[in-house]
């Protein structure tokens, strides 16, 4: 790991960096007996001397260094980052370049943190559920921060059968299920079906990617008696950085998740609307508990710096929980959710996607796992008079098999509540083979547009 400063100075002749004009070093003249060439530095770089970084320029810049610096990739580790297009470069994603020996050493000093906070015990044998789409490294480093940490890593991956995974976990004995949270939903919906001598008993749930709403981990407790849940949050850009402890099913006291880094890996700021910061976690302010955007500057990479970028989720900084983590470098963070807006625009109106899970699909009556939206224009023959160009397609994952009119009422209540009668609203049912994901890291898409 690196000091602040250390990071800074490199950011500040780096060539990523260099056309974002960051601060060069102010120097003065020394006397030190007349010797002119004597200099000492005047002025030190503070963190918010620097603009925020955004995922736009470090994709342009990324692209043009791998075209004009031959040695750019070299002893390099590649992480693909979600969210980016093929507009900028040509490239398809955003390719984050880390040193290798940068990445090995985060991924111990993270996995020593994973190990004090109970995360990873070394009698845990794992179901490592990760993967997805080309290059992407989540199975690879989900499994090396198992390892790292103690326990013993079954590397199952993303795409095997549920049957298999059922197998390997009954073969090898295996006690917790670390995978993103709709590929254990999935998983879970598949032991739901078996009889109940042939289930297996997952006593930790592991989730990544994608929040795990209070609702589906009462289900993961019925269906796999999950005594506990904790989580992984990481990125691109930043590598693992934030863990979720432990914590037992029915002691959570909010929908929002308590995670804790090491100030030795990150520094986190909270940003206002206007760019403000609110909070950080250098004790330069003292808005703790408000939320905004979080920013994150890693403090371990020095070959290609990350400082000040936004990562487009909303969080708070808080007086760190938890009696036995005072003795080390920890701070706390709860994530809010996504900054951006995740909504989805038909017939010139504007819903956001939060509203819908919050207000219609979280109904405790409903037993809805999971779902997503499809818009699409409505065929001319199929429009009746009055009806709207655009309509919509729910696919509903529901707990129960049966109950029909479940869709009826939520149908209901997406008509009366937000889109209103002219649009065309239809409902399937739906298993999560029937859900269509990102083509990298696989995660379910909430709005799919197809008038694109």
């Known amino acids: ?83 980016t297009g093929n507009t900028i470069g040509g490239m398809a994603q955003l390719y984050f370049v880390t040193d290798t020996s940068e990445n090995r050493d985060q991924r111990v000093q993270f996995a020593c943190m994973l190990s004090k906070l109970r995360v990873i015990t070394d009698d845990d044998i794992v ?68 009889p109940e001598h042939e289930r297996v008993i997952i006593r930790k749930i592991i989730y990544t990617s994608e929040p795990l709403l209070p609702s589906r981990e009462k289900y993961l407790q019925n269906v796999l008696r999950v005594e506990s849940i904790a989580s992984i949050f990481g990125s691109a850009e930043a590598g693992p950085c934030f863990a979720s402890p432990p914590v037992k099913m029915g002691e959570a006291s909010t929908v929002y998740r308590e995670f804790v880094f090491d100030k030795n890996i990150v520094v986190v700021e909270i940003i206002g609307e206007d760019g403000t910061v609110i909070a950080d976690s250098l004790g330069m302010s003292d808005g703790w508990g408000q939320v905004g955007e979080i920013v994150i500057t890693s403090l371990c990479r020095l070959r290609n710096p990350l400082v000040r970028y936004q990562t487009g989720d909303l969080g708070s900084l808080q007086p760190l929980q938890g009696t ?47 779902w997503q939206v499809i818009i699409e224009p409505v065929p001319t023959e199929e429009r009746e ?22 869709f009826d009422r939520l149908k209901k209540d997406i008509v009366d509540d937000f889109v209103g009668p002219r649009t ?23 709005v799919v547009d197809r008038r694109l």
Do not use: W
């Open 424 to 446: 065309r609203v239809i409902m399937r049912r739906a298993e999560y083979e029937g859900l269509e994901r990102g083509s990298l890291a696989r995660k379910v898409m909430k």
């Open 324 to 370: 036995n983590y005072g003795s080390y470098d920890y701070h706390s963070l709860v994530f809010h959710g996504r900054n951006s807006a995740k909504s989805l625009t038909i017939n010139g109106e504007y819903f956001d996607v939060k509203e819908l899970e919050n207000r219609v699909f979280s109904k405790p009556g409903y037993g809805v796992l999971d």
């Open 127 to 194: 179901l490592n559920l990760h993967g997805g789409g080309i290059m992407y490294r989540s199975q690879d480093l989900i499994g090396n921060l198992i390892e790292l940490a103690g326990g013993t890593e079954l590397s199952v991956g993303f795409s095997a059968p549920d049957m298999a995974v059922l197998q390997a976990a009954q073969r090898f004995r295996s006690n917790t299920l670390a995978a993103s949270s709709s590929r254990i939903l999935q998983f879970a919906q598949y032991v739901s079906t078996l």
């Open 1 to 83: 790991m690196y000091a602040l400063q250390e990071i800074l100075l490199r950011a500040s002749t780096h060539p990523i960096y260099i056309p974002l004009q960051y601060p060069k070093l102010c120097r003065q003249r020394g006397t030190n007996d007349g010797d002119s060439s004597d200099y000492t530095t005047v002025q030190l770089i503070s963190l918010r001397d620097f603009p925020f970084l955004q995922k736009e320029h470090l994709l342009a810049s990324f692209s043009t260094l791998m075209r004009t610096d031959p040695k750019f990739l070299h002893s390099a580790y590649l992480s693909p980052s979600g969210g």
């Open 385 to 406: 008079e009055g009806m709207a160009l655009d309509g919509l397609e729910f696919r509903v994952i529901s707990k129960s098999q049966t109950d029909y009119k479940v």
